[in-house]
C-alpha cells in the first residue's frame, strides 16, 4: 500500500519560511520506482492548484505564483520529496498535499495522495 506523510506545514508571517517534506513508502519498486511526483495546494472556498511538479529526472514546473519563491526537490534513496517555500505572502495559505503519479508523467494524473499539511500566513 502506497502511502505519502507530509510534515512541515505551520503558522509563518509574510516574508517567512517553510520547508515541507513528504515521505513515500510502498511504491512499487521502491527507490529504483520513476514516478512524477508534485506539490498541489487547496485554500478555502478555492479549488485544488498544482504548486510544483518533479520528474523522475529532476526536471521541475512551477505555477506562475510560486515561481522564484518555491523550490521543489526530491532525494530518491530517501523516497522523499521537498517543498522550500521562502518569502511566503498570505495567498500561499492553504492546505498542501503531497502526491505521486503511477508514472515518468506529470500530466497524467496524480494517483497517490497525501493528507495534507496546513500552511498559514499571517499578514
Known amino acids: 500500500q502506497v502511502q505519502l506523510v507530509e510534515s512541515g506545514g505551520g503558522s509563518v508571517q509574510a516574508g517567512g519560511s517553510l520547508r515541507l517534506s513528504c515521505e513515500v513508502s510502498?511504491?512499487?519498486?521502491?527507490?529504483?520506482?520513476?514516478?512524477?511526483m508534485g506539490w498541489f495546494r487547496r485554500a478555502p472556498e478555492k479549488e485544488r492548484e498544482m504548486v510544483a511538479t518533479?520528474?523522475?529526472?529532476?526536471?521541475?514546473t512551477y505555477t506562475d505564483s510560486v515561481k522564484g519563491r518555491f523550490t521543489i526537490s526530491r532525494e530518491k534513496v530517501k523516497n522523499t520529496l521537498y517543498l522550500e517555500m521562502n518569502s511566503l505572502i498570505p495567498e500561499d495559505a492553504a492546505m498542501y498535499y503531497c502526491?505521486?503519479?503511477?508514472?515518468?508523467?506529470?500530466?497524467?494524473?496524480?494517483?497517490?495522495w497525501g493528507q495534507g499539511t496546513q500552511v498559514t500566513v499571517s499578514s
Open positions: 502526491a505521486a503519479s503511477g508514472s515518468w508523467y506529470c500530466d497524467r494524473g496524480f494517483h497517490y
Open positions: 510502498g511504491y512499487p519498486g521502491g527507490s529504483a520506482a520513476s514516478y512524477c
Open positions: 518533479m520528474r523522475d529526472d529532476g526536471v521541475a
